[in-house]
């Protein structure tokens, strides 16, 4: 018997945090298409719906939405909550959203740091806390977080509270997973590199062509090839893994100088 009991895609219950655009939506498309069925989360209730209906159009899959904001303690409650009145269980979160204002180290305040720490890492703590109750109900359960390159692997100036937030999310991931793992509950994360998602959009053209420019396989990544990942990690077949990490980058952070892949990209 395996870890999420055995059970096909369209018996599972996901929630996905940050659903409504970028990598969010993204996992909430490829878990929608093999027939699970999504609870997917945004601040803004309104658009959270509008963009569940549009996968169900696009997947013919089962998918809603609710709002929710992450700052606030009591809001994943309510919607794990939701989940498991509308589809009996909690099985799979995917702890996703997350923000990356830039800033530098100059001119942070303190509210730039407690705004970051509070969505990305204190919201993502509370999320799997949240959904707990449900996943001992169900007997097993699987997390997901969306952490990044940046901070556990990379650093980006502009970007250091942000790091310390990716980063902090797996000190986290590795204590949940041995706490957890006696309720059959694994955690896990991805890491993405350069993705092309409307919040990466907002860095504008010029940080995106750079960016592409330092991927070995020569593109951003797409919401899909992280969401592959994410189903991965919450398959059946990724019963036995716990606590680790998942790089989708591309090859970004492979290279140890721009030297050891851009002569043979180029030449080649
Ligand atoms: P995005 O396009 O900006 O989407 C962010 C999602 O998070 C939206 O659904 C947003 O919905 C939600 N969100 C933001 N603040 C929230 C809050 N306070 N409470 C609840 N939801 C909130 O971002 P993305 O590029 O897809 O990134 C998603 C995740 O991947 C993040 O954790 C990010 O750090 C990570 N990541 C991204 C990249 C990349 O290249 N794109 C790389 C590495 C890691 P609302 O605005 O409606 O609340």
Redesign the pocket.
Known sequence: MNDTGGTPWRERSVIV????????RGIAEQFARRGAAVLL????RE?AREVAGALVRSTGGRVVGAG????DPAAMEEVAALAERLHGHVDVLCA?????PEKPLREMTAADVDEVLA??LR?SILSVRACLPAMERAGHGRVVL?S???GPTTGYAGWSHYGAS?AGQLGFLRGAALELAPLRITVNAVL????R????EALGEDYLRRMAAAVPLGRLGSPADVAHAVCFLASDEAAFITGQTLTVDGGQTVPESLEAFAPAAVSG
């Open positions: 945090t940050g659903g409504t655009r970028g990598i969010g989360t945004g601040r803004d658009a929710a904001d992450l700052r996703n959203a997350g923000i990356f969505v990305n919201g969306t990044s390159i940046t990716k993405p590199g350069n993705v998602t409307e919040g990466l």
